[in-house]
């Protein structure tokens, strides 16, 4: 066991490795404040101690229900072969039955395709995920496809946020404030039943008009609108925090932060240990703070569900003995 001052300081470098400092700007520090340096050598042999830890919390088995699950995707530069690459690293946070939030995952790959996607999806169904009935993220049919393939019973839902930005990229910018209120209009709705008939009046406007790009927002609207309102059928108060994906993106905008100052990552290990152990960090807040959501109202919803397709189930078999009768 090291004294506890050099346990400090190995903690510290390694801390300070976590949130984004190079090695050789951790050199100069421990110069500064010991007036010696740690070589880069060491201090990297010291960040992989990091490893086996990030590789035991993002192995770990899986508990309970989650429900909802969100999902999305950063990419960032990594040296390979002597070049350099972007990659995408995937990240899915689940919210369990007792509705607390949990990062569930965390995946480096070479790119966002359907097989890496389904790939990282059976690796949380291997570590026991279930009950997933809703998954939110950004459109990428890859996603979509691993998804359906992997979660059958469950919904997809396109997230509001990404599908607004889409929508005014193809909208000149003197149209952006009236599209975007007839659109916060739709997502303003309480139920889905109401939120739906909006979305179709707001196709009809947009339908008729002269302007090519704003009769272009009324197709990808009618095209869109039974995902972006897929949570909607549950109840009001679930639809604000379960209708975008920007839960992942506060994460992701944390996570640049400190790979600005690496900018680029020696190899995908290097960009596990960094990222693994901030959203370990992150997880251990979210999993040991307060409840994120009350899930009472959620499982009476189901509770219904399952009570509608029961009624529903009897009244096709009374109505085939009838008629056998």
């Not at 530069?77 to 990659?87: D, E, F, P, S, T």
């Not at 995937?90 to 395709?113: L, T």
């Not at 889409?166 to 975007?180: A, C, K």
């Amino acid at each position: 066991m090291l004294p506890r001052i050099e346990r400090a300081l190995v903690l510290t470098v390694l801390e300070m490795s976590v949130n984004g400092v190079s090695t050789r700007k951790v050199r100069h520090i421990t110069e500064e404040l010991c007036g010696w340096g740690m070589s880069k050598s060491t201090v990297s042999r010291l960040c992989k101690d990091l490893d086996e830890i990030v590789q035991a919390w993002n192995s770990r088995a899986l508990s309970g229900e989650y429900p909802f699950l969100i999902v999305d995707a950063l990419y960032v530069r990594v040296r390979c072969a002597r070049q350099v690459i972007k990659k995408a690293v995937h990240i899915a946070i689940g919210v369990r039955g007792d509705g607390k939030r949990e990062i569930i995952g965390v995946c480096v790959s070479p790119r966002e395709s359907q097989e890496t996607l389904k790939d990282f999806f059976n690796s949380l169904i291997d570590r026991v995920l279930k009950g997933v009935r809703f998954i939110t993220s950004d459109q990428h049919q890859g996603l979509v496809n691993a998804a359906d393939e992997c979660f059958p019973e469950s919904s997809w839902h396109r997230c509001q946020t990404h599908f607004s930005r889409n929508l005014l990229s193809h909208v000149p910018e003197q149209y952006h404030d009236d599209v975007l209120e007839d659109i916060h209009s739709i997502y303003n709705c309480k139920s889905h039943k109401s939120a739906m008939k909006k979305a179709k009046e707001v196709i009809l406007k947009y339908g008729s008009c002269r302007e090519e790009s704003l009769r272009r927002v009324a197709d990808k609207l009618d095209e869109a609108k039974d995902f972006i309102l897929a949570v909607y059928v549950l109840p009001e108060k679930y639809h604000k925090k379960l209708r975008t994906s920007n839960m992942v993106e506060r994460l992701k905008r944390e996570i640049r932060r400190r790979e600005k100052v690496i900018g680029i990552f020696p190899s995908d290990s290097s960009v596990m240990r960094l990222i693994g152990a901030y959203l370990m960090e992150i997880d251990e807040d979210w999993t040991t703070g307060r409840v994120y959501m009350d899930m009472k109202k959620y499982y009476l919803w189901v509770k219904e569900q399952k009570d509608k397709k029961k009624t529903q189930k009897i009244e096709a078999v009374s109505e085939k003995t009838a008629e056998v009768a």
